[in-house]
């Protein structure tokens, strides 16, 4: 008998995107967000599903990818699948937008418990939007799960699962016993598909659950609600050393450092 | 707001002495608590505390509340998070902070959800209106491209605070506040996580996130080896080496020496970025430094609209002569 491994997975906007497009709308308070960044899994939640995979090349796995919003793509979110994930569920409804931690938690482990047998949930640290880490401890609460965060490293013994968390100065060691939800950090890089995997991910159906079928009540899901938002504004006159050479601007710099007594 | 009263600080499993991390709670704390006109409350968690509970009160606590018990002499989420949980009941705090370390970050969600109480993670200001009596937490998204400020009128509130958002109080002896020995009884069948062992990474030299120099690397290095040049421009300077997350990826510095919204939050006299793009994610980990140096060969890199001094320029070749140039001012 194998085991069940729940990756949930997030679609944003690749992180790794210029800041130059990101803006407030000061008519209407909201985000603008740059034209031409494409969505992807964030990709902590990729070193989630990294490391679901690592556990299936060495024993009888079984993943289910989870994913929450409101315009999910199989382009993106399919990408689990030709990695080698098993099965990938959407919780999809227009009441699914722009929700609060609590509520974006409710509903995953809504889906979770629908799911019914599972022995590991793995999330990702954070996403790379919102940037709370909040959610995967709020999905643990509501399945009232054990829940470890920043791990890198997992092992399952038996029904025991023992992993590192990072730590500021190194690591430690911890274990807990099945079902739990586990938070990663690093964990590795998702793989690349060929080309074989793409095509047949792409015949591989993908469940679609709506509020309805969640049994949830749309008018007990909270929006998320900011006073305001604003850019940053954290720029400087950067004082450049012109120079000759990069030799001799090197060590200008040293000295134009000791003149403004920096150093 | 009625029922609840005061602002309540956490930290646990140090050795007696203050973080400066907790100290900026504290000043937090008593900015807020001060326009509200109520108490600071500072909890601590350890074995054997002493010191630290009277430091907590020259740096602005009123009341220092201390569970001192085997079991929450080392970090256990599921014992802390109880046991904080409790205390927070206790006190009826309107609002607990705590650091976004890597205790804070993971008990903030931990007690916020048996509080069932409201939760804004990795704060870089905690404002207040004293007209509505609302807390304002900034938090930035998107990386730190974007800063949103939210509102919360009359509720609980759990907030952790990013490392260096603000400024310690001065230390000063002659504050009075009581200390509180609470105790806290925690059935072992609640403990679910065990921690097995810690393992420590050895540190050479200077701490990163206290070294008033810091020295990083970017992706513009290209190898482990080639950080041997940065790590002596940090010997010159008494500082230390980090990377970014791209050098920390290739494993070129140890993970625990990433700067970043993920990594340590540094503040040095002196942040000398090399081959370093300056993703905002990274300056997250270093916006704080009173100096921004750069060197890169991209003159439209990001870290240029941040730095107060650059050269645009092979780092392989800026280097040696901004290295050696020094050592001789320094003489």
């Known amino acids: 008998m194998g085991f069940h491994i729940i990756v949930c997975a997030k679609q944003i906007l690749d992180p790794e995107g210029p800041a130059s497009g990101y803006g407030v709308n000061s008519a209407t308070g909201q985000i603008i967000l740059p034209k031409g960044v494409p969505p992807v899994i964030n990709p902590y939640d990729e070193n989630a599903l990294e490391t679901a995979l690592r556990l299936k090349d060495i024993m009888q796995v079984n993943i289910t990818v989870i994913s929450m919003g409101k315009n999910l793509s199989k382009a993106v979110i399919g990408k689990a699948l ?5 099965n990938l569920i959407f919780l999809q409804d227009k009441a699914f937008e722009n929700l609060d931690s609590r509520s974006t938690a409710y509903i995953i482990s809504a889906g979770i418990k629908k799911l019914g047998n599972y022995d590991l949930v793995l999330a990702g640290r954070q996403a790379g939007d919102t940037d709370a880490a909040i959610v995967p401890h709020f999905i643990a609460g509501f399945l009232d799960i054990p829940c470890i965060n920043l791990v890198k490293k997992v092992e399952i013994i038996e ?85 000759d050479s990069p030799k001799e601007a090197g060590a200008k710099l040293a000295i134009k450092l000791r003149e403004d007594r920096i150093i | 707001m009625g029922a609840f009263s005061g602002i309540t600080v956490f930290d646990g499993a140090f050795e007696d002495i203050l973080a400066p991390g907790t100290k900026e709670l504290l000043a937090c704390a008593r900015k807020l608590a001060d326009n509200l006109d109520e108490k600071v409350n500072c909890i601590l968690f350890g074995e054997g505390l002493n010191e630290s509970l009277k430091e907590a009160v020259a ?73 509505t009596e609302s807390f304002i937490p900034v938090h930035p998204i998107y990386g730190g491209k974007i800063y949103a400020a939210f509102n919360f009128t009359n509720q609980q509130l759990v907030i952790t605070l990013r490392q260096k958002s603000i400024d310690p109080l001065d230390r000063d002896d002659s504050r009075k506040g009581n200390i509180i020995p609470v105790k806290v009884d925690i059935e072992p069948a609640l403990i679910k996580i065990k921690v097995v062992k810690k393992i420590k990474e050895e540190i050479t030299g200077v701490r990163l996130e206290n070294a008033p120099v810091v020295v990083t690397g970017g992706r513009g290095i290209g190898s482990k080896d080639d950080f041997k ?103």
């Open chain 2, 229 to 331: 040049y940065l790590k002596e421009l940090a010997e010159i300077l008494s500082g230390a080496v980090g990377g970014s997350r791209p050098a920390a990826d290739n494993g070129w510095v140890p993970a625990t020496s990433k700067v970043g919204l993920t990594g340590k939050i540094v503040a040095p006299k002196m942040y000398i970025a090399i081959g370093v793009s300056g993703s905002s994610q990274h300056l997250a980990g270093c916006i704080g430094s009173k100096n921004i140096i750069a060197i890169n060969n991209d003159p439209s890199a990001n870290i240029f609209k941040v730095a107060r001094y650059g050269v645009v320029g092979d780092w392989k070749e800026v280097l040696p002569s901004f290295t050696e140039k020094l050592r001789e001012l320094l003489v």
């Open chain 1, 82 to 86: 030709a990695v080698g994930a098993d």
């Open chain 1, 159 to 243: 029904r025991n699962i023992r992993v590192e968390r990072s730590l500021p100065d190194g690591y430690e060691v911890l274990e807990v016993e099945m079902p739990s939800l586990l938070s990663i950090t690093g964990g590795g890089d998702l793989r690349k598909a060929d080309l074989q995997q793409i095509t047949d991910a792409g015949k591989k159906p993908v469940t679609i659950w709506t509020a309805e079928n969640l049994g949830i009540d749309a008018s007990d899901l909270k929006q998320t609600v900011w006073q305001k938002i604003f850019v940053p504004v954290h720029e400087v006159e950067c004082n450049f050393i012109k120079a």
């Open chain 2, 59 to 131: 740096f602005g606590a009123d009341n220092v509340l201390t569970a001192d018990t085997p079991i929450l002499g080392k970090y256990n989420p599921d014992a802390y998070s109880i046991a904080l949980e409790r205390l927070v009941r206790q006190t009826a705090s309107r609002c607990l902070i705590l650091g976004q370390t890597s205790i804070g970050a993971d008990i903030a969600p931990r007690v916020a959800f048996k509080l069932g109480c409201d939760l804004i993670t990795d704060c870089v200001e905690i404002n207040f209106n004293k007209e």
